[in-house]
Nanobody
Framework: QVRLVESGGGLVQAGGSLRLSCAASFRTFSNKAMGWFRQAPGKEREYVATIGRPGDSTYYGDSVKGRFTVSRDNAKNTLSLQMNSLKPEDTAVYYC?????????????????WGQGTQVTVSS
């Protein structure tokens, strides 16, 4: 079965850093483009970042560009999101997702599997 499990969320002060991880349980992880999304209470799901296939090209939403870095470790079937210079508006539940498309970008319908999320709270 396919399973994605996020971890690493928590409470941090503005300007601080957190590193999120996503553990994937399927064998085709290395062939999947992976993405991060987030959703704050009362707001729509927002695109954060994607690492595509082939070549591991990366893309970021405008609100996080220059502050967040997405990476993957295919040997460990894990996806990571390094978040620096955090702002209160970054507060949200962060979701890991997998796609059958090489470059799904911010297009939610192109992602096939989703984790249950991890909470990130940034205090001012």
């Amino acid at each position: 079965q396919v399973r994605l499990v996020e971890s690493g969320g928590g409470l941090v002060q503005a300007g601080g850093s957190l590193r999120l991880s996503c553990a994937a349980s399927f064998r085709t992880f290395s062939n999947k483009a992976m993405g991060w999304f987030r959703q704050a209470p009362g707001k729509e799901r927002e695109y954060v970042a994607t690492i595509g296939r082939p070549g591991d090209s990366t893309y970021y939403g405008d609100s996080v560009k220059g502050r967040f870095t997405v990476s993957r470790d295919n040997a460990k079937n894990t996806l990571s999101l390094q978040m620096n210079s955090l702002k209160p508006e970054d507060t949200a539940v962060y979701y890991c997702a997998a796609s059958s498309y090489n470059n799904p970008g911010p297009n939610v319908p192109l992602y096939d599997y989703w984790g249950q999320g991890t909470q990130v709270t940034v205090s001012s």
